[in-house]
């Protein structure tokens, strides 16, 4: 039945659950809360499209105890995959299925507000606060077009080179700074 936890999801099917009813019927941020497990990505940021998957982003300084707690608790799941990158931070990634999502669960030694993720994260709520509705709507547009959040952030910006590095390096700024960023992109951002 669709929309029960561990049914299979089409990304097609637009009637799915929010994205926290999935998060609590897999309960996977009670299952890993000995991680400092916390979700990222676009449907906290309210710029989630109909394939979009949910990013749980997790410190697990033990690969191996991390990759052990994944099989047990997920391992069953449909879809489940679970990898290590080779390249550093040599983070443990983790996929399933769940209520209607897909669920990628990252886990890397640092600290998670250390994490690249985390930290673009942050920056991308900060601005989607600053830069209003009409901001929303222009990364909203750029996300419908085919843009991975990152890109498109950085795009509506009018940002150049990398846009992972340069939300990094936005996310640095104050609000202030923020602001003109916004402004000289030609959107009105907030005044607090």
Do not use: N
Not at 32 to 52: K, M
Not at 106 to 129: D, I, S
């Amino acid at each position: 039945m669709r929309g029960e936890p561990g049914a299979a999801w089409h990304h097609e099917d637009l009637e799915r659950p929010s994205y926290g009813d999935a998060l609590a019927a897999c309960r996977v941020l009670e299952r890993l809360a000995d991680f400092d497990a916390r979700v990222a990505g676009t449907p906290p940021l309210g710029l989630d499209l109909p394939g979009s998957d949910i990013d749980v982003l997790c410190c697990a300084p033990d690969a191996h105890v991390f990759a052990a707690v994944l099989w047990a608790a997920f391992g069953e799941a449909p879809g489940f995959a679970l990898t290590q990158w080779r390249d550093p931070p040599r983070p443990v990634v983790a996929g399933f299925d769940a209520a209607g999502w897909r669920i990628e669960v990252y886990g890397e030694a640092a600290p998670v507000e250390r994490q690249r993720g985390w930290r673009h994260f942050v920056v991308e709520r900060r601005l989607l606060a600053l830069g209003g509705p009409r901001f929303r709507r222009a990364v909203l547009e750029l996300r419908r077009c085919g843009e991975k959040t990152e890109p498109a952030v950085a795009a509506a910006l009018g940002l150049t080179g990398d846009p992972y590095l340069a939300l990094l390096e936005l996310g640095d700024r104050g609000d202030a700074e923020l602001r003109a960023a916004l402004r000289a992109a030609g959107f009105a951002a907030s005044p607090t």
